[in-house]
T-cell receptor, first 111, second 115 residues
């Protein structure tokens, strides 16, 4: 079982729609959860992190965490073509400083 | 603040040669990470330094890989006797104890091609 699992996509949504990206993780002791965005040919950049169960909103982005289900999601409202990128879910397992990344979900926002 | 700097950006080498990559983190960051990324995959953790101490190392990292951070500032990653399977983007990231754990700032990466 992979430590962090994501569907590689691509996920295609029309401009203005809500994009929903999902991730599951295997280590129940994980305490910190992150979403990074990676444009083609570029390095990952952090867009959100969440520690507690529930929702965390930042502008058009909402991160959701359910520790009981070991599930993390990212919602992007009013999707724009500039949101087209690969979204990497990342988890910091308990007791470690390393951050483990999933394979990433490629999002395509169609104008 | 010039961000995380990596050098060289591209390296082409023949199988069996040794290569070394350098990473200069953001100056006030005490944590430094090396990752490897291949096409279509997420970054794969290689190793982690806090100041000059190498505190975590992936079990997947063979003995041909070694990393140092001698003065707690820049870091080097050396790959000995390169193999074609080592071809990848090598990413360096830095962070600070004062930031959210896992908030990593990545450099542009060093792309390795082994012929």
């Amino acid at each position: 079982q992979k430590e962090v699992e994501q569907n590689s996509g691509p996920l295609s949504v029309p401009e203005g729609a809500i994009a929903s990206l999902n991730c599951t993780y295997s280590d129940r002791g994980s305490q910190s959860f992150f979403w990074y965005r990676q444009y083609s040919g570029k390095s990952p950049e952090l867009i959100m992190f969440i520690y507690s169960n529930g929702d965390k909103e930042d502008g058009r982005f909402t991160a959701q965490l359910n520790k009981a289900s070991q599930y993390v999601s990212l919602l992007i409202r009013d999707s724009q073509p500039s949101d087209s990128a690969t979204y990497l879910c990342a988890v910091k397992p308990g007791g470690y400083q390393k951050v483990t990344f999933g394979i990433g979900t490629k999002l395509q926002v169609i104008p | 603040d010039t961000g995380v700097s990596q050098d060289p950006r591209h390296k082409i080498t023949k199988r069996g040669q040794n290569v070394t990559f350098r990473c200069d983190p953001i100056s006030e960051h005490n944590r430094l990470y090396w990752y490897r990324q291949t096409l279509g995959q997420g970054p794969e953790f290689l190793t982690y330094f806090q100041n000059e101490a190498q505190l975590e190392k992936s079990r997947l990292l063979s003995d041909r890989f070694s990393a140092e951070r001698p003065k707690g500032s820049f870091s080097t990653l050396e790959i000995q006797r390169t193999e074609q399977g080592d071809s990848a983007m090598y990413l360096c990231a830095s962070s600070s104890s004062g930031l959210a754990a896992g908030e990593l700032f990545f450099g542009e990466g060093s792309r390795l091609t082994v012929l």
